[in-house]
């Protein structure tokens, strides 16, 4: 059984710095591409980055050069480093795992705010 638990988020003022994890359990996280995503109330579910079983990564326009994906394949983690935040970054994160699984793991919520 797929288990994706995050962990991290929370309120961080502009300018600042936010780091999620995401643990996986129950399947062959090396081998799976891992994402990021996030929805606020007004919007859809958004790609924020992805982050292939061999570490290639893909970003939103949006967080390219402020976030920063990355995994740790012994530990079956996958990080998601967020500078430089915005408000327009607040937005509940989540975590997925790609094909096969296309399993979500739960919110987070992230919040920018002086």
């Known amino acids: 059984q797929v288990q994706l638990v995050v962990s991290g988020g929370g309120l961080a003022q502009p300018g600042g710095s936010l780091r999620l994890s995401c643990a996986g359990a129950?399947?062959?996280?090396?081998?799976?591409?891992m994402g990021w995503y996030r929805q606020d109330s007004e919007k859809q579910r958004e790609l924020v980055a992805t982050i292939g079983s061999g570490g290639s990564t893909k970003y939103a326009d949006s967080v390219k050069g402020r976030f920063t994906i990355s995994r740790d394949n012994m530990k079956n983690i996958v990080y998601l480093q967020m500078n430089s935040l915005k408000s327009e970054d607040t937005a509940i994160y989540y975590c997925r795992a790609g094909e096969p699984y296309s399993q979500w793991g739960q919110g987070t919520q992230v919040t920018v705010s002086s």
């Open positions: 129950g399947f062959r996280f090396s081998l799976t591409t």
